[in-house]
């Protein structure tokens, strides 16, 4: 397939006139990238379920993981939901437009392939302008899961979606890049109290404000093996580097003389060998690719750089990744749980 691709930088006239020959594709049936403030996403028509399927075969997806409804304005949810709880009209209030997926019991109109054997629909109303007016323009919610092939890390680039999409899609909108560069928050607000299913920029502190009690699913902190029922996501491989990834536990300085020793002992090929440091302790380590995801005092920071870094390993051709380990808090959990997915919880 020739894809189609296209820059917008602002949102100005001219802007709006280049999404014209995408919105038209999507309504056409077609799937089209498109950037949003977490990561770029592979949208399709969310209530025509022939545009849905090529979500999946583009991405070589799972048929039975389930993807997010995306809108462009809060009165778009009605029609895809039975009902809106109180508690989730309150995060809307909070929350959208922005990182924050809601899921509720879904209504008739929401196509069977869009969550196979679920009740439910998961909303999002992206924060991000191009999203916002791209939905609006195409004239239909758009299912749209990350824009990456299946497996790999979610792209926050655009030389990612290229990488993984170029000849997949109808269209690739490139623009600059997300702001966040991790995805969406995921709660369930079908059950009480909600759930945390996924961890994101909408930390569980700031849910809790808005709605008291939250829950988060055992398997978001834990290493143990996912709950096929409540996110049928969670039970795949995800955002995997192509080396062998392994975290490495332990108190900071025992950290770096676990990873010192690793790489000491690889056989006299330590170029084959990444270290995934911050900028506190990139300075201790002398062989291998040492890559910094940033301050361990930014911890948005890092979980913007964690994708981008991933595949960089890739680019090197590393074999075996070392990343350290970092405390577990409010703000660390987001990039903790997709750390410890990346690594296939692999710990050392
Ligand atoms: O930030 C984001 O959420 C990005 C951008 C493109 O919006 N999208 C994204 O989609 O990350 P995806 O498909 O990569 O991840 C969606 C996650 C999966 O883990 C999926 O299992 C879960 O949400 N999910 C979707 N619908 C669900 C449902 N009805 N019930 C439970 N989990 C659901
Ligand atoms: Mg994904």
């Known amino acids: 397939m020739k894809t189609i691709i296209i820059n917008i930088q602002k949102l100005d006239a001219e802007g709006l006139k280049l999404l014209e020959v995408p919105a038209a594709l999507i309504r056409k049936g077609e799937t089209v990238v498109f950037p949003t403030e977490t990561v770029y996403g592979l949208g399709a028509n969310a209530l025509d379920p022939e545009a849905v399927k090529k979500i999946f075969i583009a991405k070589g997806r799972p048929e039975d993981n389930p993807l997010i409804v995306h809108i462009s304005e809060i009165s778009e949810v009605d029609a895809l939901v039975t009902h809106i709880p109180v508690k989730a009209k309150k995060l809307m209030d909070a929350f959208w437009p922005g990182p924050l997926t809601l899921i ?28 916002r007016a791209f939905i609006k323009m195409a004239g239909c919610p758009l299912a749209a899961p990350s824009a990456n092939l299946s497996g790999r890390p979610s792209p926050t680039e655009g030389k990612h979606v290229l990488e993984d999409l170029d000849g997949r899609a109808a269209a690739i909108i490139l623009s600059s890049d997300g702001e966040l560069g991790l995805e969406s928050t995921v709660i ?34 834990k ?18 580097p192509k080396g062998e990834m392994v975290v490495v536990k332990g108190k900071p300085q025992e950290i770096c003389e676990k990873i010192k020793h690793a790489v000491s002992h690889s056989h006299g090929k330590p170029m084959t060998i990444g270290i995934l440091a911050t900028d506190e302790t990139m ?15 930014d911890p948005r920071e890092m979980a913007k750089n964690l994708f981008s870094r991933l595949r960089t390993f890739d680019e090197l051709g590393v074999e075996k990744i070392y990343a350290e380990d970092i405390p577990l808090n409010n703000e660390t959990l987001a990039l903790l749980n997709r750390l410890y997915k990346a690594a296939g919880y692999t710990f050392i």
């Open 104 to 131: 509720m019991e879904k209504s008739e109109i929401i196509p069977e392939v869009v969550s196979p054997g679920l009740k439910t629909v998961a909303v999002r109303f992206p924060s991000h302008e191009i999203a």
């Open 283 to 297: 300075e201790f380590y002398k062989e291998g690719f040492i890559i910094s995801l940033g301050s361990r005092n």
């Open 188 to 221: 369930d607000m079908t059950v009480d109290p909600p759930m945390v299913l996924r961890p994101g920029d909408v930390t569980l502190a700031e849910l809790r404000e808005v709605l008291g009690e939250v829950l988060v699913s055992a398997n978001v902190t």
């Open 223 to 240: 290493n143990i093996l996912p709950d096929k029922v409540r996110s049928p996501g969670m039970k795949y491989s995800h955002y995997s």
